[in-house]
Structures are given as structure tokens and as C-alpha cells.
């Protein structure tokens, strides 16, 4: 069965304090790892998708690192609007299945 | 484009009544998706389809049914709303399957009672 394990549940940071989020995971034959934003009272918002290891992505302040048992979110400088739950998914067959995710707050 | 439009995006039950969660997307996607999210449990997959008229089922089926006759739309019913059903639901359409990025609707805040 394929899981997906986000740590920490939350995380709170000053503004400009660097830090990662971990997506560990276990799946048959991975097929992609997404990343996703979601802010309160939205959908989740698309961000990485990473298919092999040592792969890496980058996206304004966020890095997103790949190996074969987990993924690394790298969050460099935050800013308060950074501030969100980031959601982790793993893909073997069609189904999506996500962690339960990081909730980020970046205080000024 | 609008992308994944939900409605209603609120709505209150009493137990036992039925009602049908929308779903629509204009990107002509093949792939559409009904995701649950509660608190401390994550998303959570209801039901699936890969194309018109193709769908299958998810993690937490029971007490929902799907169907999808057009590319472009896929309901979710509740056939007999319970308290557990109380949650916020989420469509999501993507290109195909496997290997691309999902698109999200703004969701549907269900309650209960």
C-alpha cells in the first residue's frame, strides 16, 4: 500500500529563517512526486512535480529534492505570505495519494 | 478559462437527505477526481474516472456515487447524507492519469446535522 508521511505536522518560522519540510514515502514504482500549496479556504495549488531521484526544482524561495525514500521541501528566507499548508503526493498508478501536510507560519 | 468549478460551495443537510456535489472543468481533461479533506486525516480519494464513462473507486467510497457521461463534468452524489459526511470536498481534473500536475477546485464545505 502506498503511503506518504509529512514531518513536521507544523512548523513555525521568523521571517527569513530558512528550514525544510519531509515528505517520506513508500510506493511500487513511483511515477512522480508532487508538491502542492494549499491556502485556508482553497484548493491545493499545483507547485513541483519531481520523477527521480537526485531530481531537483525551484520555484522563487522553494527548492523541492528527491531521493528514493523521501522528498525535501527547502524553504529559503520565508516571507509571511509563504504561509500555508504544503501538501506532499506520490503517484505509482493513477490515484494520487497525499500525506497530511506541513502547516508553515512565517511571522514577520 | 475558469478551470475546476465547484457548487455549491456551501451547504448544510439534514441526515438523510440526498444531494449532488458539481463538478465541472473547461481544460478538456480525461482524468477527474473527488477528494475528501478532514481535519488531521488529509485528502482523502472518493472516486475516479479516467474518461467518459469510466470510473472507479477510491479510498472512501461508501456512501457517494460518481458517474461521468460528459468529459467536462463529474457529480458526486451523497445518497444518504450521514454526520460522517460532514467535511470539505475537493474536484481535481488533470491531462492524463499519470504524470501531470492537478488542478483543484475551490471546494465544497459540507455540513450535516
Known amino acids: 500500500e502506498d503511503q506518504v508521511t509529512q514531518s513536521p505536522e507544523a512548523l513555525r518560522l521568523q521571517e527569513g529563517e530558512s528550514s525544510s519540510l519531509n515528505c517520506s514515502y513508500t510506493v511500487s514504482g513511483l511515477r512522480g512526486l508532487f508538491w502542492y500549496r494549499q491556502d485556508p479556504g482553497k484548493g491545493p495549488e499545483f507547485l513541483f512535480t519531481l520523477y527521480s531521484a537526485g531530481e531537483e526544482k525551484e520555484k522563487e524561495r522553494l527548492k523541492a529534492t528527491l531521493t528514493k525514500k523521501e522528498s525535501f521541501l527547502h524553504i529559503t528566507a520565508p516571507k509571511p505570505e509563504d504561509s500555508a499548508t504544503y501538501l506532499c503526493?506520490?503517484?505509482?498508478?493513477?490515484?494520487?495519494?497525499f500525506g497530511k501536510g506541513t502547516r508553515l507560519s512565517v511571522i514577520a | 478559462n475558469a478551470g475546476v468549478t465547484q457548487t455549491p460551495k456551501f451547504q448544510v443537510l439534514k441526515t438523510g437527505q440526498s444531494m449532488t456535489l458539481q463538478c465541472a472543468q473547461d481544460m478538456n481533461h480525461e482524468y477527474m477526481s473527488w477528494y475528501r479533506q478532514d481535519p488531521g486525516m488529509g485528502l482523502r480519494l472518493i472516486h475516479y474516472s479516467v474518461g467518459a464513462g469510466i470510473t472507479d473507486q477510491g479510498e472512501v467510497p461508501n456512501g457517494y456515487n460518481v458517474s461521468r457521461s460528459t468529459t467536462e463534468d463529474f457529480p458526486l452524489r451523497l445518497l444518504s447524507a450521514a454526520p460522517s459526511q460532514t467535511s470539505v470536498y475537493f474536484c481535481?481534473?488533470?491531462?492524463?492519469?499519470?504524470?501531470?500536475?492537478?488542478?483543484f477546485g475551490q471546494g465544497t464545505r459540507l455540513t450535516v446535522v
Open positions: 503526493a506520490v503517484q505509482a498508478s493513477p490515484p494520487l495519494v
Open positions: 481535481a481534473s488533470s491531462y492524463s492519469p499519470t504524470n501531470t500536475e492537478a488542478f
